[in-house]
């Protein structure tokens, strides 16, 4: 199981940026991915949002109305596009995966990729 985080950046407040994150050496489409993400000095957030296998997605209450969560199982592609980004979204963010949705609910999915920096500027 792999997973690459990509599409970090520097955007300034209440700009956007997609994060993607490509799975390879599993089935995506059997899998729940989620997005994670850990700020300098701070432990790792809960998780964000999810795209579970059969197509249904869940969003923290920090990110609804705000992220979106999609995946193309064609491409074995998750995006999370994020809209009126804060100073306070900064931080590295990561994708994960897991078998059992509810693994990833629970922030303790068993696959993670290597994180992407986001860095929100006022």
């Known amino acids: 199981v792999q997973l690459q985080a990509s599409g970090g950046g520097s955007v300034q407040v209440g700009g956007s940026l997609r994060l993607s994150c490509e799975a390879s050496?599993?089935?995506?489409?059997?899998?729940?991915i989620g997005w994670f993400r850990q700020a300098p000095g701070k432990e790792r957030d809960g998780v964000l949002c999810?795209?579970?296998?059969?197509?249904?997605?869940y969003y923290a209450d920090s990110v609804k109305g705000r992220f979106t969560i999609s995946r193309d199982n064609a491409k074995k592609t998750v995006y999370m596009q994020m809209n009126s980004l804060k100073p306070e979204d900064s931080a590295v963010y990561y994708c994960a995966a897991d078998y059992y949705g509810n693994y990833v609910l629970r922030g303790i999915p068993r696959h993670w990729g290597q994180g992407t920096l986001v860095t929100v500027s006022s």
């Open positions: 050496g599993f089935p995506l489409d059997s899998y729940a």
């Open positions: 999810i795209s579970y296998e059969d197509g249904t997605t």
